[in-house]
């Protein structure tokens, strides 16, 4: 009996030793909360008001295009859009973005039709952004698709528009922690999906778009979308020691090793609760 009893000891040791061994790696490689140097953005609050775009009609906000001419987001009215914001003093994500979205968008020309969306990047670091600087920002990245426009609003508009899609940003030391978006609204102007993530995967933007086309309803990101939202939002980071973004996978990490601890436990109890049911019958069978 106390072999019996050592064993289960040691089979419960054994279960939380393997789940601290993935917690405790993540608690120690993440960030100094006491540092209070860079708080950056809430990013739960973040992730909240992106989320609460979704169904909200865009206004008719007029906008410069890379030329100079006025141009209202309702004029893209009738097809799908794809619209992301950047600000181009950003020599790092926004770069990075933006190429993962151009990747997309080739890959969505070829599957569902050149001319079948539209797409529209707003800068919205004014007076920064100006047209002439989204000008040469598109052509130093290679940008020509036709149905691909960058758009300058005037400052005093920004925030209404940024409330629009649910955009959230602040101002950091190098430059502007935001969330990495790409809002999908439809061809009535409301606002369907928000993508998240600097590496936007064909599939995400694709699947929303051929339900649009197709005149469906886009159903609500599901709950492992949620999660998968969340952690993108979270794992990217402005680092003040470097000046730079960085992902952080502390909270995936952590995520898997509570998971695993958890899943653990469960079997160590069931196991026990069996041996418990063999030894209660094994008894019984000796006083019968």
Partial sequence: MACLQLLRIHRLVASCTMGLMLVLPAMAASPDTTDTTDLGLDREAALRTSQAAIGRKVGEHILLNREGVPTSLASYRGKPLLVSFIYTGCFQVCPTTTRSLQEAVEGLQKSVGPNQFNVVSIGFNQPADSPQ????????????????????????????????????????????????????????????????????????????????????????????????????ILCTVFDPKTGAYKVDYTLPIQIAGGVTFFVLMMIFFVNEWRSSRKLARSKGMRNA
């Fill in 133 to 232: 600087a989204l000008k040469a920002f598109a052509t130093q990245y290679g940008i020509r698709q036709p149905n691909w426009e960058f758009l300058s609003p005037p400052a005093a508009i920004v925030p209404d528009l940024a409330r629009d899609f649910g955009f959230v940003y602040q101002s950091s030391p190098a430059g502007f922690d935001h969330v990495l978006q790409v809002s999908i609204v439809d061809a009535d102007g409301r606002i369907v999906r928000q993508v998240y993530g600097e590496g936007v995967a064909p599939a995400e933007l694709g699947e929303p778009l051929k339900m649009l086309l197709a005149g469906q309803p886009v159903q609500s990101n599901e709950l492992i979308g949620h999660l998968v939202d969340r952690v993108r």
